[in-house]
């Protein structure tokens, strides 16, 4: 008996192609809809956290100022390049310690010139950003200790000043003064906030110093922390040691702020994740608007089939029976929507991801989830048409024009 329903059920859904389609068009936008919005906001998730975890392995950032931002450290003094030696020998569970100063320079290679971030650390600024060098070498400890006129590159300087010639070991000349290219960065791409990464040039923190800032400010110390560790303890023994070497009495704020780059990553993804929850609930609106179209659809089918109903009720059908008919077309018309909305957001989420730089991860709970959500549209708004059907009166119904 189900099988001949369900093929009763498909041949009235055949009759009206046009109709059929029209009908589940709602259903068909509202499932691609939540697919795709739910997908893209996973990829875009996983890359925040990606990038994030490109500023460094546990990595605490301390910088003066009490607040993170443009104006936070106005006032507050910078650090000394001693500052990390002390954190380094004075705190348990740190991997690495590095003194970081910054400066925009326009770096110069023959008639090329591109204007970029130079950036004065040591050797544990590649450890604590998780950075390898492609060709060349590290700086040597003496490179370090005089300021030696050497830099480290990125991708992007490489590309855009030395094109496909071999970057190790030629001239590049920052504001006043040469400096040789020991080594190439390995490509790290867009940062968290949208910043290249790749768009730097490394030299010895006491070289950038003295040939470019012409001062002895460090703004920034990167702290590693080593697996396992206990960042809330590392960070309070930290803003003790600084709090110390700074010289604040007990009721003296903080001029530091120390900012947990993991803890970075779980607000951005959770903001991500609310965004996306959101954006689903706002695309499935839309199957309910479809479920509607189905329902009135039904009810006028069953009012053009009138006859056919009365017909099936006179020569022995059941109610349950004729109930079913109507019930299964509309959850057969749902369904169909369902699986033609999962196929054009699998193509919509594919091609999106490629535009937005954001990778696809394909997600089948959601996909069955959205499939089973519109086929339980097609149980609830079928049911009010197919009951009204099944309580035909057969007489009455024969006798409708």
């Known amino acids: 008996m189900l099988l001949n329903t369900l093929l009763l059920a498909l041949r009235s859904i055949r009759r009206n192609l046009m109709r059929s389609f029209l009908t589940i068009l709602g259903i068909v936008i509202g499932v691609s809809a939540v697919i795709t919005m739910v997908t893209l906001g996973n990829g875009a998730t996983l890359a925040i956290q990606n990038q994030i975890s490109g500023l460094g392995t546990n990595l605490l950032q301390v910088r003066p100022g009490q607040r993170m931002g443009p104006g936070g450290g106005t006032?507050?003094?910078?650090?000394?390049?001693?500052?990390?030696?002390?954190?380094?020998?004075?705190i348990g569970g740190i991997l690495a310690v590095a003194p970081e100063a910054r400066a925009a320079a326009t770096a110069v290679v023959g008639g090329r010139n591109w204007t970029t971030s130079v950036i004065g650390s040591t050797n544990a600024w590649l450890e604590t950003g998780n950075w390898t060098v492609r060709n060349g070498r590290v700086f040597s400890d003496a490179e370090?200790?005089?300021?030696?006129?050497?830099?480290?590159?990125?991708?992007?300087?490489?590309?855009?000043?030395?094109?496909?010639?071999?970057?190790?070991?030629?001239?590049?000349?920052?504001?006043?003064?040469?400096?040789?290219?020991?080594?190439?960065?390995?490509?790290?791409?867009q940062g968290a906030f949208g910043n290249d990464?790749?768009?730097?040039?490394?030299?010895?923190?006491r070289t950038l110093q003295r040939r470019v800032t012409g001062n002895t400010r460090v703004n920034t110390l990167l702290v590693s922390m080593k697996d396992g560790s206990d960042p809330e303890r590392v960070k309070a023994s930290l803003t003790q040691?600084?709090?110390?070497?700074?010289?604040?009495?007990?009721?003296?704020?903080?001029?530091?702020?120390?900012?947990?780059?993991?803890?970075?990553?779980?607000?951005l993804s959770g903001t991500t994740k609310v965004l996306t929850t959101l954006l689903g609930a706002v695309a499935a609106v839309s199957l309910l608007v479809g479920g509607i179209?189905?329902?009135?659809?039904?009810?006028?089918?069953?009012?053009?089939?009138?006859?056919?109903?009365?017909?099936?009720?006179?020569?022995?059908?059941?109610?349950r029976e004729v109930l079913l008919q109507f019930l299964i077309e509309a959850v057969v018309l749902a369904a169909l929507g369902g699986l033609i909305g999962i196929v054009l957001a699998t193509g919509a989420s594919l091609a999106l991801s490629g535009l937005m730089g954001v990778p696809y991860l394909f997600n089948p709970g959601v996909n069955l989830l959205s499939f089973l959500f519109s086929a339980g549209i097609g149980v609830v708004f079928g049911y009010f048409?197919?009951?009204?059907?099944?309580?035909?009166?057969?007489?009455?119904a024969l006798r409708h024009e």
Do not use: W
């Open 75 to 90: 006032g507050a003094p910078a650090f000394k390049d001693t500052d990390a030696d002390m954190i380094a020998q004075q």
């Open 144 to 189: 370090l200790r005089a300021g030696a006129a050497v830099c480290l590159i990125g991708e992007t300087v490489r590309r855009e000043l030395f094109g496909t010639a071999d970057a190790v070991g030629g001239q590049l000349r920052v504001k006043a003064f040469s400096c040789e290219v020991v080594g190439v960065l390995e490509s790290k791409g």
């Open 197 to 205: 990464q790749d768009d730097t040039v490394l030299v010895p923190l």
């Open 241 to 267: 040691l600084l709090r110390e070497l700074r010289k604040l009495s007990d009721s003296d704020e903080d001029n530091f702020n120390v900012l947990d780059t993991k803890q970075l990553a779980d607000t």
């Open 293 to 319: 179209g189905i329902m009135n659809i039904m009810l006028v089918s069953v009012t053009e089939r009138t006859r056919e109903i009365g017909l099936r009720l006179a020569i022995g059908a059941l109610e």
């Open 385 to 396: 048409p197919a009951r009204r059907a099944a309580r035909m009166d057969p007489i009455d």
